[in-house]
């Protein structure tokens, strides 16, 4: 079992759409929590952490679930430029950081 | 954020020749480096954790002799290589996270990457 699991889609929505992606991990002792943005031959970058209480950042909204090892990103009203690859990142104690296989969305007009 | 740069770019070489990956964080100081590759449509893996002024910490199934590294300053570290075939052609990213000891940080700064095709 892979130690961060995510679907690899890829979503197609229309923009305005509203999408969620899920991811669960497998290390219960997992400590931080986060959701990055991959564009193509790019390198990622941090879209928000993810809290336990839930976290909003404008169109954004992540959540975590730790009893169930889960983690969510929703998207509000998707945009053209919502399209990316997005990864489920997991760190555990130190500096070790899982990365997800991502998940591909494609916003469409 | 912090800035973290890598060179070159982009890099094309023929099969068996060495190739080497520079990785400086800009505006930081970073004990701890990591190495990553990325292969088309698939994750981040990590390749080795580069530590400043000891030994590399290499994940399960990584060739430390062929995949060189060396953190010589708290602001570089550098990917080597070596005899590499096409097999090894990939997206290779650095990131550093800020601090200089094992304090609790959030986030890592990414390189922007290093493609690198082997002929």
């Known amino acids: 079992r892979k130690e961060v699991e995510q679907d690899p889609g890829p979503f197609n929505v229309p923009e305005g759409a509203t999408v969620a992606f899920n991811c669960t991990y497998s290390?219960?002792?997992?400590?931080?929590f986060f959701w990055y943005r991959q564009d193509c031959r790019k390198e990622p970058k941090l879209l928000m952490s993810?809290?336990?209480s839930g976290n909003e950042d404008g169109r954004f909204t992540a959540q975590l679930n730790r009893a169930s090892q889960y983690i969510s990103l929703l998207i509000r009203d998707s945009k053209l430029s919502d399209s990316a690859t997005y990864l489920c990142?997991?760190?555990?104690?130190?500096?070790?950081?899982?990365f997800g296989a991502g998940t591909r969305l494609f916003v469409k007009a | 954020g912090a800035v973290v740069s890598q060179h070159p770019s982009w890099v094309i070489c023929k099969s068996g020749t060495s190739v080497k990956i520079e990785c400086r964080s800009l505006?930081?100081?970073?004990?701890?480096m990591f190495w990553y590759r990325q292969f088309p449509k698939q994750s981040l893996m990590l390749m080795a954790t580069?530590?400043?002024?000891?030994?590399?910490?290499?994940e399960q199934g990584v060739e430390k002799d062929k995949f060189l590294i060396n953190h010589a300053s708290l602001t570089l570290s550098t990917l080597t290589v070596t005899s590499a075939h096409p097999e090894d052609s990939s997206f290779y990213i650095c990131?550093?996270?800020?601090?200089?000891?094992?304090?609790?940080?959030?986030?890592?700064?990414f390189g922007p990457g290093t493609r690198l095709t082997v002929l």
């Open positions: 290390n219960s002792a997992s400590q931080s």
């Open positions: 580069s530590n400043e002024g000891s030994k590399a910490t290499y």
């Open positions: 993810v809290y336990s």
């Open positions: 990131s550093a996270p800020p601090g200089t000891s094992g304090s609790n940080y959030n986030e890592q700064f």
């Open positions: 990142v997991v760190k555990g104690g130190g500096f070790k950081t899982i």
């Open positions: 505006d930081f100081q970073a004990t701890t």
